[in-house]
């Protein structure tokens, strides 16, 4: 049997197998951030397509952290019977599930309240309207808002939760110099940069203990002059390692990475896929932690060579899921060609309009 297919375990979680769905805005959720049935019946065809780990789109845990409209919450405790509503069933299905925990920090959606939002630093060239930079008051509140979503997501009925600190979203700025400025504790060099995001994970143990998986999304390079490189990312690695993180899911860029970053339109073959292969290979090396990959894995051949070889421990997809829920199950049941979607990222039009993420483009045949 194929070692993407041999059972493992994070921290007391059982995974049938070493593929997962990685975090994407779904566009599915109520104005208030309620779960609504779209997204049940969204993480139901997953379950059912054999995926052996869901994480949920980024949840915000934060009014002020919203990136954007019909995104999920999980920042108060009414919100807690909506998203029990999408964990057991997918639990019904044999399948594991977990939320990812997020603050939009400097990109969250001003439209919502009106609200300036939050930012490490007073730094420009990264949006054109106001932001304004957080007091010592206002990143205490936010520690202690990513534990109590961690609360409300274990009463929930969760198997875990995700750290979202990639992207260029509020954590991912702080440990990014390109965006944190800052001259106090959580400013300056990495090990202060990082800061935060250890006491986001203290914070989370507090109210779910130590025998709860806990992940994180991180980003291995910024992408961005003066941004996070990897030798930076490497020293979080490290610093997480000794903090009690479980595991480490490994992408890259910010959205004002623009062209700099990977080409993640057009994958149709080995040489442009799995993005962040060598930064996952440097992690291995470095850092006594399960890895798991996402960027542009289209092939189960690659899959299976990225995991034969130790470049990563679980293989993480986004827009292939999109298009086919069940990819998992047609490469179970030996159906090895590779995923129908064609990465040109048009699933993201129906989401913004309203309706919900869903493939629109065309797709390779299978």
């Known amino acids: 049997m194929s070692k993407l297919f041999e059972t493992t375990n994070i921290n007391g979680m059982t ?8 975090a994407t805005w779904e566009g599915m959720a109520e104005d208030d951030g309620m779960c609504t049935d779209k997204l049940i019946n969204l ?3 997953l379950a059912e397509g054999e995926v052996g780990l869901i994480i949920t789109g980024h949840a915000y845990v934060h009014e002020k952290g919203k990136a954007g409209p019909w995104q999920l919450g999980i920042y108060e405790d009414r919100l807690i019977p909506g998203l029990r509503e999408m964990t057991d069933p997918v639990h019904k299905m044999g399948g594991k599930i977990a939320v990812q925990l997020a603050h939009a920090g400097m990109y969250a959606n001003t439209g919502i309240k009106g609200d300036i939002p939050f930012a490490p630093s007073l730094v420009s060239g990264f949006r054109k309207s106001a932001i304004q930079e957080m007091t010592l008051h206002d990143i205490q509140d936010v520690v202690e808002a990513f534990g109590l979503a961690a609360k409300q997501a274990k009463k929930a009925g969760f198997d875990g939760v995700q ?4 992207h260029g979203y509020l954590v991912s700025q702080f440990l990014s110099p390109a965006f944190n400025k800052r001259q106090d504790k959580y400013g300056g060099d990495i090990e202060n940069r990082a800061n935060i995001l250890i006491e986001i994970l203290s914070s989370i143990r507090k109210q779910v203990g130590n025998n709860y998986p806990v992940l994180i999304k991180m980003n291995s390079c910024d992408f961005l002059e003066q941004g996070l490189k990897v030798n930076d990312s490497l020293i979080i690695g490290a610093i997480l390692e000794k903090a009690g993180i479980d595991a480490i899911e490994l992408s890259g860029g910010t959205i004002a990475s623009g062209k700099k970053g990977p080409v993640r339109t057009g994958i149709v073959s080995g040489k442009n896929e799995a993005y962040f292969k060598d930064a996952a290979s440097a992690f291995k090396e470095k850092i006594d932690l399960p890895i798991i990959l996402v960027g542009g894995i289209r092939s189960f051949s690659l899959a299976q060579r990225l995991v034969d070889n130790n470049v990563a421990d679980y293989i993480s997809m986004s827009r292939p899921f999109i298009r086919e829920p069940a990819l998992i199950k047609r490469w179970k049941d030996g159906n090895h060609n590779q995923a129908s ?3 040109d990222s048009k699933c993201f039009i129906s989401a913004m309009s309203g309706k919900g993420i869903s ?3 065309g797709a390779k045949q299978k």
């Open 43 to 45: 993480m139901c065809n």
């Open 341 to 343: 979607c064609i990465s």
């Open 15 to 22: 995974i049938k197998n070493r593929f997962v769905r990685s």
């Open 359 to 361: 493939c629109v483009g």
């Open 163 to 166: 750290i979202h600190a990639a």
